[in-house]
């Protein structure tokens, strides 16, 4: 006997409403995310984590050249003495020392340097230690230092003077800033500008064949939207199946309705040129693969981390975790909470395939001396 075409569907209904998990985003529930769901609710935005040790291999000679990039951004006069994070304070003599200690363990690994440190975990999304990591890197495309008719939109500094900024409707389709001269130089895709935003640089060569490092020269002071997140809402895409491929292939189909879509992140990046390498927000040149962009509210610039990372196949499946040694010299509009952390990829195509499809959770832990 068959059952009712209603009862089916309320069915359905409570079968997926039972297999989402509380305290993650419904844009982030799909299969093989990486979620711990066994994993117990921590008492705090930190819990000491007792037992943990760390691992003289993970102090890799890119790790520990990052780290010293690290110690200058710390010895500048400007950085915070003191983090009053939620739960947890943190002087800025307790980040140089992690660093010191890593550095001292990697001279003389003999040494049991894991006592030498205390590992606090951080709550995540949900409250049970879920951290959502996503990729971030470099892209790479052409641009004319003049505009035509096919290289004409424009990619542009920050205006000086301004109590507030316009939109990037307004930017992008209404020509606010034109005229200006702010114009640094001018593309071929209004898209490939907008992806060049949300990664914060990106690499450009003229018609010259000169390459120019474009870094983040500020921001319209707009709220972040994600895109992904939009499609899914307007049931383009699913959670299991957005990327930022699947959003670059829905806005080469419907040109038309790129403005619609693009305007729904009002946020929009500024540039800067002049620099040999890419920088984050702690001005310091960036790791590859260990530089991760965080909320400082909740992860101070300098700290050092260490992560249970999603490893993802070419197909962008998850296979695994792995554990590694992380570097908070970045932020982003688009990291906030302490549910989310960016790692930066590289430069060029390979570190784009690598961030496409991350998006998956493992776990984190700030680093510091033990008391």
């Avoid at 930017?171 to 001269?181: K, M, P």
């Avoid at 060569?205 to 120019?212: A, L, R, T, V």
């Avoid at 792995?322 to 952390?341: N, S, V, Y």
């Avoid at 990829?345 to 493992?362: P, T």
Wanted: charged residues 20%.
């Amino acid at each position: 006997m068959k059952q009712p075409l209603l009862l089916l569907c309320v069915t359905a209904l409570l079968l997926s409403a039972c297999s989402q998990t509380p305290g993650i985003h419904h844009s982030n529930q799909f299969a093989n995310n990486g979620l711990d769901k066994k994993a117990s609710p921590l008492s705090g935005t930190y819990q000491v984590q007792q037992g943990a040790v760390l691992k003289a291999q993970w102090l890799t000679p890119e790790l520990l050249a990052g780290l010293e990039q690290q110690l200058k951004y710390l010895e500048k006069k400007s950085v915070a003495q003191q983090h009053n994070l939620p739960g947890l304070q943190i002087s800025k003599s307790q980040l140089k020392q992690t660093i010191v200690n890593l550095k001292n363990w990697a001279e003389q690994p003999a040494h049991s340097g894991s006592n030498a440190f205390a590992l606090h975990q951080l709550a995540g999304e949900d409250g049970k230690g879920n951290v959502q990591f996503t990729g971030y890197y470099v892209p790479v495309f052409k641009v004319r230092t003049t505009a035509d008719a096919e290289y004409k939109y424009p990619i542009y500094r920050k205006p000086l003077g301004l109590t507030s900024y316009p939109s990037r409707e307004q930017i992008d389709f209404e020509q606010a800033l034109a005229g200006q001269g702010l114009e640094l130089f001018y593309s071929n895709s209004l898209v490939d500008n907008f992806f060049m935003q949300v990664q914060g640089s990106g690499v450009v060569e003229d018609e010259y064949g000169q390459q120019h490092l474009l870094s983040y020269g500020g921001g319209n002071g707009h709220s972040y939207r994600s895109l992904g997140k939009v499609l899914i809402e307007m049931g383009e895409y699913t959670a299991d199946t957005i990327s930022a491929t699947a959003i670059k292939e829905w806005l080469a189909k419907h040109p038309e309705r790129q403005r619609e879509l693009m305007s729904r992140n009002p946020s929009y990046t500024f540039f800067s040129a002049g620099l040999d390498k890419p920088v984050g927000a702690a001005n310091v040149p960036l790791t590859p693969l260990h530089s991760i962009a965080v909320d400082p509210a909740f992860i101070p610039l300098g700290s050092v981390l260490l992560a249970q990372v999603p490893i993802l196949n070419r197909k962008g499946e998850l296979t695994g975790h792995e554990f590694r040694l992380m570097l908070a010299q970045d932020k982003g509009a688009a990291i906030k909470t302490p549910g989310r952390i960016d790692v930066y990829q590289g430069i060029g195509d390979a570190a784009q395939q690598r961030s496409d499809s991350l998006r998956h959770y493992g776990k984190i832990w700030l680093i510091l001396p033990k008391d």
